[in-house]
């Protein structure tokens, strides 16, 4: 009956162990994968060339067409990046009075940890490009 138990019981260490061995496997594929080896974010120009080849793609555009569409990208995307440039000091300015206020209700041992969490925020903002 021991031997019964104790094989038992060796089993399931067995399992355990696999089972551990298949979820830290799985953990540094997605570690790995999805968030290191992440794409980096894409110059307008890379975008506004993914946009023409994808729509040449799905309407089966001429040359003359391809290049008239990439001007015409071209040209929103200078517009929006106007656009952002004049409204980025107002969303700031309302981005850090929100963290002002949610500063305010937090007791001083949640300060830190919200300091750390806003550090992270940004430096993903920084590295997506928004």
């Known amino acids: ?19 551990g061995l298949a979820l830290g496997g799985v953990g540094g594929y ?3 994968h999805r968030i290191y ?19 040449t793609d799905e309407l089966n555009l001429t040359s003359a067409q391809q290049q008239r569409l990439d001007q015409i990208l ?10 952002h440039e004049q409204y980025q000091p107002s969303i700031e ?11 305010a209700i937090l007791t001083p041992e949640q300060k830190p940890k919200f300091e750390l969490f806003l550090n992270r925020l940004d430096e993903e903002r920084r590295r997506s490009g928004r």
Do not use: C, N
């Open 93 to 103: 300015e309302v981005r850090q009075k929100a963290r002002s206020e949610i500063r």
């Open 30 to 32: 997605y570690v790995s």
């Open 37 to 55: 080896a992440a794409p980096a974010p894409q110059t307008d120009e890379a975008k506004r060339a993914h946009r023409v080849e994808q729509l």
């Open 1 to 19: 009956m021991e031997t019964s138990t104790s094989r038992k019981a060796i089993l399931w260490i067995a399992v355990v162990f696999v089972f």
């Open 74 to 83: 071209a040209g929103a995307q200078g517009r929006y990046r106007a656009i």
